[in-house]
């Protein structure tokens, strides 16, 4: 809990760190931060606590979820090299200290035990997005992103406070162990019907944010129009802290009613997986290849966040690491091949055709390259496969197998676009010169691709601990 | 004081489904507004109408159960729907200097 305290103190930090003329100096300090900040959210292991009059509660679950996003942070800012040399244009400090916010959102978003703190976090995680997806203030494409999520996501938290309110109406009680307890004793047939709306507007504000079909329109244009960085940032942060606080919600305060939510939640995540495959089958664009993928992500993970079993958690939270991994480091490969390219005042476009020989020259990024994209194709021997079969398995055996054959299926199409990237790196006849690394860029790769490999042989050694 | 506390007597003399249906009408309102405008200041409005018609079923929620927490959780929204319209206005202005104009069917460089 220490956490979020300290993570808005380290935000203000750097903006002031933003006045002294070093920007070098910038980018290990919000290192150190986050760092810290794991290091305080790690000392609450084991212990159950609740903050502030009941509005927050700490348990392993929280610290696992917040663990994750922390390791999240610590791995985009890592791969974030200081937003370049432009000096006029690029404000790192503010970048920097707006990401430090957004964590104590998603970690509100965690550890919430009072609706009013889910939907403040939700807010500042959501407004620190709106500006960091409108960072690129000359970029037309920035400017529509930024748009977009702004009045997509406004719409969706409008939607979201609607169904609280009628949950309060039904309940009288913000609280959801609360809500949990009077949920139960109202299903025994006698609940308002204004809970039940009220349950279904909440779990589609929810699905907003973490772009579920049919909700999920946004999502590539954001993330194509968005700075490559902060497209990193969104798809894994905020995908994380969404689905934490939509198992929270379903497995805890929602379950009494299982019944009225359950079957419109499969259907859903049916046309999540769907959409998201086929639609990025058709995809030019690598981002925006990313962005489908991280809808069918979306799916996959909505399989298990439907209901509290024992090992639903764990599996969730596998699978957002693993998928967390896999994505940044597909990401900072695209980064720095796209502004290689640009420097050498070539036409970029972020397509697959990027990639186009780029193992001849660097090896390095077309390895990272090809790891990243079999773990997320769920290839054995990377930590992707394992995430996808403890989501299987853990539907297979609460026994929901039309949602399950249809994810099997997907996950089938899902290699197809996957391995478009790897052949361009290897296959295509291109020229990309060779890239020259940074240390620190170079190193948090090579985690990256380690992290994935040997949680692809070992999983136990993280699914033990969630 | 003593006019204070009789508020809630006050709000309670109209039943309460009349408050559910009128914010309903409010927040429907809103959503269409949403969906059918093309100009993107109009459309904000739109979103904080369905936030008032939040606020308004909050507080009659929360006069009805003589609990407070609901008239808490509006003072919350407003607080972050103010935070919300000072971003919401930069981006506009944004994007405002570089097209010269506010209408979001101009805003298709990215395809839907």
Redesign the interface.
């Given at each position: 809990m220490n956490s979020i305290i300290a993570l808005s103190l380290f935000g203000i930090a750097n903006l002031f760190l933003g006045f002294l003329n070093n920007r070098k100096i910038l980018l290990p300090a919000t290192l150190a931060f986050v760092l810290v900040a794991l290091g305080l959210n790690l000392a609450d292991w084991n212990q159950e606590y609740l903050w502030f009059n009941n509005m927050l509660r700490t348990n392993n679950l929280s610290v696992n979820f917040a663990s994750v996003i922390l390791v999240a942070t610590f791995l985009v800012v890592a791969v974030s090299r200081g937003f370049g040399d432009d000096e006029e244009h690029t404000h790192p400090a503010e970048y920097y200290a707006i990401m430090l916010f957004s964590v104590v959102g998603a970690i509100m978003m965690v550890t919430f035990e009072n609706l009013i703190m889910l939907f403040v976090g939700l807010e500042i995680l959501s407004v620190s997005m709106y500006i960091l997806t409108g960072t690129d203030k000359r970029n037309l494409r920035s400017n529509e992103a930024a748009l977009k999520y702004f009045l997509m996501g406004a719409f969706a938290t409008g939607i979201l406070l609607f169904g609280i309110a009628l949950i309060y109406g039904a309940t009288g009680s913000f609280n959801i162990h609360g809500i949990e307890a009077l949920v139960l004793t109202a299903a025994g047939g006698s609940a308002p019907a204004l809970l039940y709306i009220g349950i279904v507007m909440v779990i589609i504000g929810l699905l907003f944010k973490v772009s579920a079909a049919p909700f999920h329109f946004w999502t590539p244009d954001v993330y194509e129009g968005a700075p490559a960085i902060f497209t990193a940032f969104m798809s894994t942060v905020v995908k994380t802290a969404g689905f934490a606080a939509l198992f929270r919600l379903l497995g805890g305060a929602f379950t009494g009613v299982y019944g009225t939510w359950i079957y419109i939640l499969y259907f859903l995540t049916m046309l999540t997986l769907i959409i998201g495959n086929i639609t990025a089958v058709y995809q030019q664009s690598f981002k925006r290849m990313l962005a489908y993928s991280s809808i069918s992500h979306a799916g996959y993970l909505m399989l298990t966040a439907t209901a509290k079993v024992a090992h639903t958690q764990s599996s969730i939270l596998f699978y957002s690491l693993a998928y967390s991994v896999a994505t940044i480091s597909a990401f900072a490969v695209l980064m720095v091949v796209a502004e290689t390219k640009e420097s050498n005042a070539e036409k970029t476009n972020e397509n697959f055709d990027i990639f186009n020989g780029l193992a001849k020259n660097n090896p390095l990024l077309a390895f990272v390259l090809t790891v990243s994209m079999l773990s997320l194709a769920g290839i054995p021997l990377t930590a992707g496969f394992w995430g996808k079969f403890f989501i299987f398995s853990d539907a297979f055996q609460r026994g929901i197998v039309v949602p399950l054959v249809v994810a099997v299926l997907m996950s089938a199409v899902g290699i197809y676009y996957y391995f478009k990237a790897i052949i361009s790196a290897y296959f295509k006849e291109g020229d990309v010169p060779a890239i020259e690394l940074k240390p620190i860029y170079k190193i948090t790769l090579i985690v990256t691709t380690l992290l994935t490999i040997v949680l692809g042989i070992a999983p136990d050694l993280v699914k033990s601990i969630f | 004081m003593q006019q204070m506390q009789q508020i809630p007597d006050v709000i309670k003399l109209i039943p309460l489904n009349f408050y559910?249906l009128f914010?309903s009408a409010l927040?429907c309102i809103?959503?269409v507004g949403?969906l059918t405008r093309r100009n993107?200041i109009i459309?904000?409005m739109s979103?904080e109408l369905?936030?008032n018609?939040?606020n308004l079923?909050?507080a009659a929620?929360s006069s009805y159960?003589a609990?407070p927490?609901?008239q808490?959780?509006v003072f919350?929204?407003m607080a972050?729907a103010a935070?919300?319209v000072a971003?919401?206005l930069a981006?506009?202005v944004?994007?405002y200097r570089?097209?010269q104009t506010i209408d979001?069917g101009i805003?298709n460089?990215?395809?839907?």
């Amino acid at each position: 809990m220490n956490s979020i305290i300290a993570l808005s103190l380290f935000g203000i930090a750097n903006l002031f760190l933003g006045f002294l003329n070093n920007r070098k100096i910038l980018l290990p300090a919000t290192l150190a931060f986050v760092l810290v900040a794991l290091g305080l959210n790690l000392a609450d292991w084991n212990q159950e606590y609740l903050w502030f009059n009941n509005m927050l509660r700490t348990n392993n679950l929280s610290v696992n979820f917040a663990s994750v996003i922390l390791v999240a942070t610590f791995l985009v800012v890592a791969v974030s090299r200081g937003f370049g040399d432009d000096e006029e244009h690029t404000h790192p400090a503010e970048y920097y200290a707006i990401m430090l916010f957004s964590v104590v959102g998603a970690i509100m978003m965690v550890t919430f035990e009072n609706l009013i703190m889910l939907f403040v976090g939700l807010e500042i995680l959501s407004v620190s997005m709106y500006i960091l997806t409108g960072t690129d203030k000359r970029n037309l494409r920035s400017n529509e992103a930024a748009l977009k999520y702004f009045l997509m996501g406004a719409f969706a938290t409008g939607i979201l406070l609607f169904g609280i309110a009628l949950i309060y109406g039904a309940t009288g009680s913000f609280n959801i162990h609360g809500i949990e307890a009077l949920v139960l004793t109202a299903a025994g047939g006698s609940a308002p019907a204004l809970l039940y709306i009220g349950i279904v507007m909440v779990i589609i504000g929810l699905l907003f944010k973490v772009s579920a079909a049919p909700f999920h329109f946004w999502t590539p244009d954001v993330y194509e129009g968005a700075p490559a960085i902060f497209t990193a940032f969104m798809s894994t942060v905020v995908k994380t802290a969404g689905f934490a606080a939509l198992f929270r919600l379903l497995g805890g305060a929602f379950t009494g009613v299982y019944g009225t939510w359950i079957y419109i939640l499969y259907f859903l995540t049916m046309l999540t997986l769907i959409i998201g495959n086929i639609t990025a089958v058709y995809q030019q664009s690598f981002k925006r290849m990313l962005a489908y993928s991280s809808i069918s992500h979306a799916g996959y993970l909505m399989l298990t966040a439907t209901a509290k079993v024992a090992h639903t958690q764990s599996s969730i939270l596998f699978y957002s690491l693993a998928y967390s991994v896999a994505t940044i480091s597909a990401f900072a490969v695209l980064m720095v091949v796209a502004e290689t390219k640009e420097s050498n005042a070539e036409k970029t476009n972020e397509n697959f055709d990027i990639f186009n020989g780029l193992a001849k020259n660097n090896p390095l990024l077309a390895f990272v390259l090809t790891v990243s994209m079999l773990s997320l194709a769920g290839i054995p021997l990377t930590a992707g496969f394992w995430g996808k079969f403890f989501i299987f398995s853990d539907a297979f055996q609460r026994g929901i197998v039309v949602p399950l054959v249809v994810a099997v299926l997907m996950s089938a199409v899902g290699i197809y676009y996957y391995f478009k990237a790897i052949i361009s790196a290897y296959f295509k006849e291109g020229d990309v010169p060779a890239i020259e690394l940074k240390p620190i860029y170079k190193i948090t790769l090579i985690v990256t691709t380690l992290l994935t490999i040997v949680l692809g042989i070992a999983p136990d050694l993280v699914k033990s601990i969630f | 004081m003593q006019q204070m506390q009789q508020i809630p007597d006050v709000i309670k003399l109209i039943p309460l489904n009349f408050y559910v249906l009128f914010s309903s009408a409010l927040f429907c309102i809103g959503i269409v507004g949403v969906l059918t405008r093309r100009n993107a200041i109009i459309i904000f409005m739109s979103v904080e109408l369905m936030l008032n018609a939040v606020n308004l079923l909050l507080a009659a929620f929360s006069s009805y159960r003589a609990d407070p927490s609901g008239q808490i959780f509006v003072f919350f929204i407003m607080a972050v729907a103010a935070a919300e319209v000072a971003v919401g206005l930069a981006i506009i202005v944004m994007i405002y200097r570089n097209i010269q104009t506010i209408d979001v069917g101009i805003l298709n460089k990215l395809k839907w």
